[in-house]
């Protein structure tokens, strides 16, 4: 069955929540210490994309994966900068469904007129490198022992990616219903489907 790559709704929260929860609970790679609650994930997707992508690949009503975007810092010079998040289930990992994902978020992120994408990645982590490097990223530095969990202190590498080049004189990005209205929207949103492995 074909997979597509949608923005998430509050119906897709569940499975959301079930992707994202054994990484709570099991791992650094969130320092997130309780797994949050099916209701706190729809919050959650509402609250983003009010401004932000949140993207799923579906295939025939399951979620394999999601990334979405959020703000990078709150001060206004940060505005064309961009935070960017992937999580893939554990039974449709090294599919591609990451890279197909995080090309289609940051073909939306040029539309809505963003510039930089920035990914925090817990270390060590392989995988995440690899894929985050695979798709242009390159390393910004380490905060050293930043974050505590299960008994230890943890790294998490930084890393950022060029969304588009940069101008003398660049106009607020748009919020995501602006965006949606844009006729570079579609194209943007099914730039990762050709990548998936069952298209």
Known sequence: MPSTIRLATVSDAAQIQAIYAPIVRDTAIS???EVPSVEEMRQRIVKTLEHWPWLVCDR???VLGYVYASQHSVRAAYQWSADVTVYIHEHARRMGVGRALY???FRLLVV???YRAYAGI???NAGSVGLHESLGFTPVGVYQHVGFKFGAWHDVGWW???LQPLVSAPTPPVDLHAA?????????MRAGQRLL???
């Open 160 to 162: 950022q990616s060029a």
């Open 103 to 105: 090309t289609s978020l």
């Open 122 to 124: 817990t270390l060590p």
């Open 180 to 188: 949606q209205l844009l006729p570079t929207w579609g194209v943007a």
């Open 112 to 114: 809505q007129g963003f």
């Open 60 to 62: 025939g009503g399951d």
């Open 197 to 199: 492995s069952d298209e």
């Open 31 to 33: 320092f997130e210490i």
